[in-house]
């Protein structure tokens, strides 16, 4: 049974800082693309940032970009967060898919959800 575990959520202020790690059962190479979505209350599920596994290229929605990095290891997917703003809390979730990397990658049905970590950005 495939796994992703995320954590490191928690409550911060304005311009602080969090990292998420997701942790999976398999090597996350074993997939081609991996992500990270949001949901806040009241609003639909959003992907933030994609990445191939295969080829590195990354993907990040523009409320994100110049503040959020994805990065991986063999067990692990990373959202390194800076400059966090109110608008950022949100239930973030990695998610993991068999499916090859392609840019309308929020889209996909992946395969496999972590159960989500809280994040909450105080002003």
């Known amino acids: 049974q495939v796994q992703l575990v995320e954590s490191g959520g928690g409550s911060v202020q304005a311009g602080g800082s969090l990292r998420l790690s997701c942790a999976a059962s398999?090597?996350?190479?074993?997939?081609?693309?991996m992500a990270w979505f949001r949901q806040a209350p009241g609003k639909e599920r959003e992907g933030i940032v994609g990445?191939?596994?295969?080829?590195?290229a990354e993907d990040y929605d523009d409320s994100v970009k110049g503040r959020f990095t994805i990065s991986r290891d063999n067990a692990n997917l990373y959202l390194q967060m800076n400059s966090l703003k109110p608008e950022d809390t949100a239930m973030y979730y990695c998610?993991?898919?068999?499916?090859?990397?392609?840019?309308?990658?929020?889209?996909?049905?992946?395969?496999?959800w972590g159960q989500g970590t809280q994040v909450t950005v105080s002003s």
């Open positions: 998610a993991a898919t068999y499916r090859r990397f392609a840019g309308d990658w929020w889209r996909f049905d992946f395969d496999y």
């Open positions: 398999r090597e996350t190479g074993s997939y081609n693309t």
């Open positions: 990445l191939s596994t295969r080829s590195g």
